[in-house]
């Protein structure tokens, strides 16, 4: 539900709920308790410091600043913490604020005495051992609140996956191997036909529809001894998202990620020589190509572009759009490029499909109210049609 709609509630938080503070600060430790931890605590003392002669004060205001400060916008407290329910009155009840630093507290994995404290700063998670490619002159540091809002969401997947979701079996190694082993219905390889043997393989992949700035192209990890890929950019061509997941596909394949050393990509238009980045790309050409290299071709219009490529995509299996954007990387006209993916009509529905696929596979009815909330990361908020939660 969209945070600026009113909500139906039964059981108002102000009224359902009231626990007292030593009850908040025991049964809140375990981060992973459903019901207790959604709790609203609304008994607990507001706690003030002092600075320069001022008491301040924790409130919503002054969480969300230091929320903010660590990379985390007040929209995507919006879209990732906060309940169904809560509306833009909430802010100013402050019998609601314990709720929230519960929430902040769970999602950072900290201890909810440093959230209650305004002097105390809020910390991201570092993932020390996570893999960076493609990041160029990327700090590391301030692509920690988007990778660990990638885990989070990883975490909550895998806890809200389909009993009936197969138990892992890796794809091939190799690109052309996994290529002919995979069901695909026209003589090209397409994002769909990906999804069905990755999620068939026990391998979800799902795309984050928010996540705190800067995004990364696309996340290779294992959660729970299952590998999760993440595509991070919200890209709507099918063609282009089925190479990026092919690319993280073969992260998990080579055996480049393991539980502590996810593999993350942050941009695909910076080149990176590494092994593992190399072979990643090969492994995506093979898949999407049918062979060592794309298909080149010469034109003069997109129409001419749209044309050459589905005639190559006809006599050598090669994906048409695959083709179109290798054109592009190689002349630097995007916007040609983008014309006959359009002609071809194939510039959009990535997202769509994507979520179709999570659709068939996670059980929301059977998560918890947080691992319901994260995951309006990847299916959108209440008001999204792709999950009927």
Known sequence: ??????????????????????????????????????????????????????????????LMRRFAKVGFKQDFARSALLPDWWVDDCEKDQSLLPDLELRIARFLATEISVVRDPAKKLVVPAYPGAQLRRVGNMDRDKLAPAIHTAMQVATALVRTLDASLPRVKLPPADGLSWRQQMKHKGSAVTLDDILDDLWNRGIPVVSLDELPPPRFQGMACIVANRPVIMVGYKHDEPSRVAFWT????CHI???????????????????????IERTAEKYATHVLAGADEIPKVEADSFR?????AIQNEQNTGADAVTIILAWARRTNDYTTASLAAKALYRATGARRILKEHVKRHVNMEAASENDRILLRCVVGGADSDAIDC
């Open 1 to 62: 539900m969209s945070p600026n709609k009113s909500p139906q509630r039964s059981n108002p938080p102000g009224e359902a709920h009231r626990l007292a503070d030593t009850l908040a600060l025991h049964a809140i430790s375990d981060y992973d308790a459903e019901k207790s931890s959604q709790a609203h605590l609304v008994e607990v003392s507001v706690k003030s410091i002092s600075r320069g002669g001022q008491q301040i004060k924790n409130s919503y205001t002054s």
């Open 253 to 275: 394949a080579a055996g480049h990620c393991t539980p502590d050393h996810p593999v993350v990509d942050e941009e695909e238009d910076v080149s990176d020589n590494a092994d």
């Open 246 to 249: 092919a690319h993280e596909a």
């Open 304 to 308: 001419d572009l749209a044309n050459k």
